[in-house]
């Protein structure tokens, strides 16, 4: 137990149940991330290629042909984005699940639905087996990332909101990395090397499995179902002190305001909710539209489209992989600091640079079917290294954490639905579309990307407001009828917040 932190008249201390809560239910990320960063490993490794794609392993042959082009190929993508199509649909369902059972259940159901899927990607057959295993794995990236950082941000202290939710993007950072090793081991192990990539996702599954047992519920959770007593004795648990009673009554005013609401999605769509859900829409819109995944997914692709070797390629993405998690430690660090705005902008600055560098250099120096020289290759692993950087102590934990702390408690679950399906969305569109896209707009696609983190900067600047150190449920007090934009929405808004306690926490 550490010593007794107070904010405000919020009493707690870190405890190690409480730090065993967010690890394990962090490895949520974990899965996420693994499924994010295997996909691009195997879809470059020919056993895999030769085995569901032949038609792509011919025109990899002929790759002299147009280097932009070699992996263009519909069913290719659809391997990588079924999964986010089926975590799409599935966010609402969790959703449902997460206010009606908690969120709790909701994390045991997504790691159900990883093991299910892990295993019958390793055990594939055909290309319908493997396309069902993506989508079985998307429907758990459903459950797991609605319930996920909702749950991070329910059990964290107020001071430490940021830092515990962005444990999610750590986690997803890692399994990415993960993801990239084991693809550079497996694929020199023939022609199996790609089942064992796939399988040992099973094992972020396991530990999420295991995590989700023995995980508790949120208090806010348990209040909103009318179990007022174990949350109270739930969060004296997690905040290791006795005193709890501001806090708590805090919640069960939020939670107050969520039992009158009949239906969370009608609610969604009235004016006071659309600053948070404009907000959180569209922080994942711009979060995809940094063109990371074209990165994440497709970085081995990419590296060879730019003359690597098979093994070099992969070995970047391994390079790329650890820049994405030790970057993503700064913004732990930072974002209960430094605050959440400045850091989206300092971001934007360095992504511009990057990726307008990255596609000034393509489009001079690779036409076609030629090769990058060795130097300018490596300088494009460097350029790749900054974005990844920056977008990892900004966009990526951010674009988790903003949603899940900006709606009030009403319509909390329903509209970090909506921003966990928007993201999902864009994500499937990018992996949808990256391979087509790089095939016909060449270099111009980072020119696209670049132009898109202009509009995100100004985004940022006018519209975002800044939600460090706010208590969770007293964000339309203290933020959005403070906005000069969005307090014009806020007419309609009869929730209660918590007044008493919402101008004390500085
Ligand atoms: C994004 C993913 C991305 C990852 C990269 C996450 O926040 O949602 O789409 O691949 O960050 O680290």
Redesign the pocket.
Known sequence: MTKIEKVGSFESKITVYVVVCWVLAACGGLM??YD??ISGGVTAMDDFLIKFFPAVYQRKLRAKEDNYCKYDNQYLQLFTSSLYLAALISSFAASKMCSKLGRKPTIFVASAFFLCGSLLSAAAQRIWMIILARVLLGVGVGFGNEAVPLFLSEIAPVQHRGAVNILF?LF??IG?LFANLVNYGASKIHPWGWRLSLGLASLPAAFLFVGSVVIIETPASLVERNQESQGLSTLKKIRGVEDVDAEFEHIKMACEAAREVKDPFKTLMKRSSMPPLIIGVMM?VF??FTG??AI??YAPVLFQTVGFKNDASLLSSVITGLV?VFS?LVSIYGVDRVGRRKLLLQACVQMFISQTAIGAILLVHLKGSNSLDEGLAGLVVVLVCLF?MS??WS???L??LIPSETFPLEIRTSGFACAVSS?MLF?FIIAQAFLSMMCHMRAFIFFFFAAWIVAMGLFVLFLLPETKNVPIDAMVERVWKQHPVWKRFMDDYDGKEDVKNVGMII
């Open positions: 996420f991330g994010i960063g993007q997803i950072t990415i994942q979060q995809q990371i995944n994440m997914f994405n993503t990844v977008f990892a966009w990526g934990p674009g988790w993201n994500t």
